[in-house]
């Protein structure tokens, strides 16, 4: 009977992978239905490969392990390769899952949206199709903050329970994520946000290619202005969020600056109150309007703010807020700066007011063509929400402009074939390499 009961143990771990197998194999195969989504899925078949390959890892060595067990011992060998399967299965459907609300009714337009803004803001950043590191993968969550995880970062979702494989498992994948509050699905202009966290991405790419992190950037920066050395760490610790504003300037002018002031705004105190990581609210939009005011834009804060800014604690910092926009313009990343990438800035501006017209004009708009076309029609949205906080009809109107950009930033894009970006096959191979090794490792 014990033999039995080893034999039927040994079938339920291989039952299990199997299991495994087949819903990897079936997994792949919906997301390949996806449709106009299709520059995730090279990563993603790639991360169908390494599960994949895992999985068969794992079914050897216990088969293999499992010849030269009896009684205890087999039991041991197949709780051994339990856990690595819920492994696999944890990592493979935290990247899948994400992937997969595009299935969802309730996330389908809304996140349609969301592709064509980061693919168009993505493209601005990294013009260049051979060298453009793979598009970040937007996803709804049950957060009230937009939240980026970059390529080499441990998921917060994979750090509990603590399996340190997994993170080192993650921090190889050629993989990166946004996460967007559910409340995007109801007001799809808050999609202007995803050109902040795309900086929060650049930043990472930065860093990982060795171009350097902007901490120590607007550090000097601020050394060269004047600022003391308690200032100079200011800068220092706020010089990634600072980053990212600049880089949703750069790329949809004005809009992002305004609807950061929206999810800032509270009492003097508030405003005038730094955070981890961030300046206080009124000085960083200072900062931005001094990004947009360096592109040739027209700067958005009001006065009110700036008086109440040049009256605190805090007006010699914001007395180097040109010293910090020109210098957050000049960091280099992917062979280009914002700066460079800023030079159309003018005209961007003009079409994102020409899409607020069209969002809110009597007449359908019509998607756009042009590479730019998604994040300048949500930068328009944006503003077009501004404008219906002001009028007698605003329930209407804002329902209206939900409508209009759900149907139009799906199909706002350039009509030729989308290709994937370049297969990152280097990191892929080493990605590969460390999860079969640690696999058939028992010393973690």
């Known amino acids: ?4 009961a080893t034999r039927f143990r040994l079938e339920e771990s291989i039952s299990d992978l199997d299991q495994l197998r087949d819903d990897l194999a079936d997994w792949t195969v919906s997301a390949r239905r ?87 803001t993505w493209q601005a950043l990294f013009p260049d199709d051979e060298t453009r590191p793979p598009t970040p993968l937007p996803h709804v969550a049950p957060i009230d903050m937009a939240v980026s995880t970059a390529r080499d970062e441990v998921p917060r979702d994979l750090r509990a329970p603590s399996e340190p ?56 920066a601020a050394a060269r202005a004047g600022a003391g050395d308690d200032e100079q760490q200011d800068w220092r610790n706020w010089a990634i969020e600072l980053f ?6 750069v790329t949809k002018g004005t809009a992002p600056t305004w609807s950061v002031m929206e999810l800032e705004r509270g009492t003097p105190g508030t405003l005038l109150r730094p955070d981890v990581g961030y300046p206080p609210p009124v000085l960083r939009w200072c900062v931005a309007d001094a990004v947009v005011a360096r ?36 960091i280099r990343f992917g062979g280009t700066t914002l700066r460079e990438i800023g030079v159309r800035s003018r005209d961007w501006e003009r079409t994102a007011c020409r899409w607020r017209d069209a969002l809110l004009g009597v007449t359908e708009p019509a998607a756009g063509t042009a590479p730019e076309s998604a994040r300048l029609c ?4 944006t503003m077009a929400w501004r404008r219906t906080t002001a009028g007698t009809s605003g329930t209407s109107d804002r329902e209206r402009l939900r409508r209009r950009l759900l ?17 990152p096959v280097g990191r892929a191979a080493a990605a590969t390499r460390q999860v079969l090794d640690d696999l058939r490792s028992d010393t973690w």
Do not use: N
């Open 378 to 381: 949500v930068a328009g949205g």
């Open 165 to 220: 494989v997994l993170a080192k498992w993650t921090e190889l994948m050629p993989l990166s994520t946004i996460a967007l509050p559910s409340t995007v699905t109801r007001r799809p202009w808050w999609l202007v946000v995803i050109a902040h966290e795309c900086g929060h991405q650049v930043a990472a790419e930065a860093v990982d290619d060795g171009d350097g992190s902007p901490s120590p950037v607007l550090e000097s």
């Open 34 to 120: 996806l449709g106009p989504q299709g520059q995730y899925l090279d990563q993603l078949s790639l991360l169908a490969e390494i599960a994949g390959a895992g999985i068969e890892q794992v079914r050897h060595d216990l088969l293999a392990r499992a010849a030269l067990a009896a009684g205890g011992e087999l039991y041991e060998e197949c709780r051994r390769a339990d856990h690595r399967t819920a492994l696999l299965r944890r990592f493979w459907r935290w990247y899948a899952d994400r992937l997969d609300q595009r299935h969802d009714d309730g996330y389908r337009p809304t996140l349609a949206a969301a592709d064509e803004i980061v693919r168009s």
């Open 244 to 249: 990212a504003d600049a880089t949703a300037a």
């Open 295 to 330: 592109i040739g834009l027209t700067g958005v804060v009001p006065d009110a703010d700036r008086e109440l800014l040049a009256e605190s604690p805090f007006a010699g910092h914001a007395a180097r807020a040109e010293a910090i926009a020109a210098a957050l313009l000049d």
């Open 407 to 423: 149907q139009v930033l799906p199909q706002s894009r350039p009509k030729s074939v989308r290709h994937a970006a370049p297969r």
């Open 1 to 4: 009977m014990q033999e039995a």
